[in-house]
């Protein structure tokens, strides 16, 4: 593969500079310095502002406000009060409100696109998956909202009945990171809701325009006041959090993000020991066998490994190849990357965006410098692209990847992707175990005794099998191990939401 070795070959465009802001067809949809609650937009109540900034170009986009410990304790106490009501609401009254939303969601997908894009990076095209995929959580969840009921139990007690009634669990504190700023909210909004329970949102501080247009949506939509409400804060996000996970009127708390957060948000919940969901980091697993269609585990491992420029929890991170296909595969992977179209999200054929701040690409270069100190080979890019006026970094491939590098054992959020030679099937399932994470791993094969196995053995809490793709809100979603737990989409998301209440009958 020695004619791939120049990255200069790399056609790399140079929009990015030169776009002015999008706008919306609706411009309401875009809500600066206000948030959403109980019903209403109010600034904070010291009235200091962040500012948010488009990762393509670093200009400013908008200011949102800084919400303090108190104005979320306020906002937590109107979701304790609206959901005095909004719990006795009959499933199929939530499930309209939900799928209404859902409604509008599709409606003004363009715009909730174009939101994406200018303030998470993302090319357009992406950002309209998400908003569909962000919306499906809705619908999916409005089906399920008339659909919850208990169990009858034989009792071991003679005359006694046994019973179980599924309740909300009350006011639900949601904390979302920037990488879905659409979706990662609607998979939890959407069951919440679908219970009954209300919540507080806080919005992530690098892409909060999106999810203040669905809290417009939701006004729209006539969710009853309180029910939803969507708060800001950046340099506040630490007394924030603490107020969410401190409050003992919230009684549920559901993170996506970093596990080192995870961790904190968990030691904080401890005082007032609150259901909690953590969706976590992970360090994917992409092992390709040598009795896979090599083709099709390309394809797989282009769209788990450069989704989102790498951005993705569920990313490839560490790339598998069996050594008979080692050659092959690695010369027909890079010359996919080859032929990606990297700059502003809004440009022409770009296929893929910015990473979301300078740090990113402070890490994504460390980790390639550190595969390259080590003996790892850049086939493919392997720079930062300062040129392009934002955090742009190129698409790289590195070969010859060994377990002493950095990028064997941390998440790169980035888009870089190492290939790794193995040998045996019990040699790379021993590897791709030996993680102290367990989110998503995937693996290409066409012998279904194998199939089977490594399925079962891989420490994940989801697997893909010859395909590189995997969420769906029809499918459970979830980690394993540091990735943390519970579960998201499908029918096991509405029991994290949910209290089994147990009620005995006696002398029947
Ligand atoms: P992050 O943990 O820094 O931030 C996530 C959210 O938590 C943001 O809204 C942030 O403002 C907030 N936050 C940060 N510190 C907080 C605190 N002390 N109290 C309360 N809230 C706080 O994560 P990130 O870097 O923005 O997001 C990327 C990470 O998220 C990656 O590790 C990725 O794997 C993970 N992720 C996981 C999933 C999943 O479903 N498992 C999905 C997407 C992203």
């Known amino acids: 593969s020695s004619h791939l070795t120049k990255p ?226 950046h340099e506040n996000t630490a007394e924030v959090g603490e107020e969410l996970t401190t409050n003992p009127t919230v009684r549920k708390i559901s993170f996506t993000g970093s596990t080192n957060v995870g961790k904190l948000l968990m030691k904080q919940c401890s005082g007032t020991l609150k259901k909690l969901s953590l969706e976590l980091g992970g360090n994917a697993p992409f092992i390709v066998f040598d009795d896979a269609d090599v083709d099709l585990a390309v394809a797989g491992a282009i769209a788990s490994k450069f989704r989102s420029s790498g951005q993705t929890c569920v990313c490839a991170n560490r790339i598998f190849v069996q050594r008979g296909i080692y050659d092959e595969f690695s010369t027909k992977f890079a010359e996919k990357v080859k032929a990606f179209k990297v700059g502003n999200g809004f440009g022409e054929g770009i296929t893929h965006g910015p990473l979301i701040h300078d740090r990113a690409i402070s890490k994504v270069d460390e980790h390639v410098r550190d595969a390259e100190r080590k003996g790892a080979k850049v086939v493919l890019g392997g720079h930062k692209l300062p040129d392009l006026g934002g955090n742009f970094y190129q698409p790289t491939v590195l070969t010859g990847m060994t377990t002493d590098m950095a990028m064997a054992h941390e998440e790169t959020f980035g888009p870089v992707a190492g290939l790794f030679p193995f040998d045996t099937e019990e040699e790379v399932v021993r590897i791709a175990n030996e993680s102290p994470v367990g989110l998503a791993g995937y693996f290409f094969s066409r012998d279904l005794e194998r199939v089977n196995r490594v399925a079962e053995h891989l420490e994940v809490g989801m697997v893909g099998v010859n395909t590189g793709l995997i969420s769906d809100p029809a499918a459970p979603f979830g980690g394993v191990k540091e990735s943390g737990f519970g579960r998201e989409g499908s029918l096991y998301g509405v029991g994290e939401y949910q209290i089994t209440k147990m009620i005995t009958h006696g002398g029947m």
């Not at 939530?94 to 200018?118: C, F, G, P, Q």
């Not at 409005?142 to 006011?171: C, H, L, M």
């Open 8 to 233: 200069s070959l790399i056609s790399f465009s140079r929009l990015s500079s030169t776009m002015s802001a999008p706008k919306l067809k609706d411009p309401s949809l875009f809500k600066q310095n206000v948030c959403y609650v109980n019903g209403e937009w109010v600034p904070s109540s010291s009235g200091k502002t962040f500012s948010v900034h488009d990762p393509a170009t670093s200009s400013l986009i908008g200011t949102c406000p800084e919400f303090s410990a108190k104005d979320a304790s306020t906002a937590i106490t109107h979701a304790a009060a609206a959901f005095e009501s909004f719990r006795h609401l009959t499933g199929r009254e939530r499930s309209k409100l939900l799928r209404k939303w859902y409604d509008l969601m599709v409606e003004n997908a363009e715009d909730l696109a174009t939101l994406i894009t200018w303030e998470n990076g993302k090319p357009l095209a992406d950002a309209k998956g998400e908003v569909t995929y962000a919306a499906n959580f809705f619908e999916w969840f409005s089906e399920e909202a008339p659909r919850i009921y208990g169990d009858t139990i034989p009792s071991s007690i003679p005359g006694n009945r046994v019973f179980t009634i599924k309740e909300p669990v009350g006011v639900c504190g949601l904390i979302t990171p920037w990488n879905f700023p659409a979706a990662m909210i609607t998979r939890k909004i959407g069951p919440a809701l679908a219970v009954g329970c209300s919540v507080v949102v806080k919005a992530p501080g690098e892409t909060p325009f999106t999810p203040l247009a669905l809290a417009e949506l939701a006004d729209r939509a006539g969710i009853p006041k309180g029910v939803v409400n969507i708060i800001t804060a």
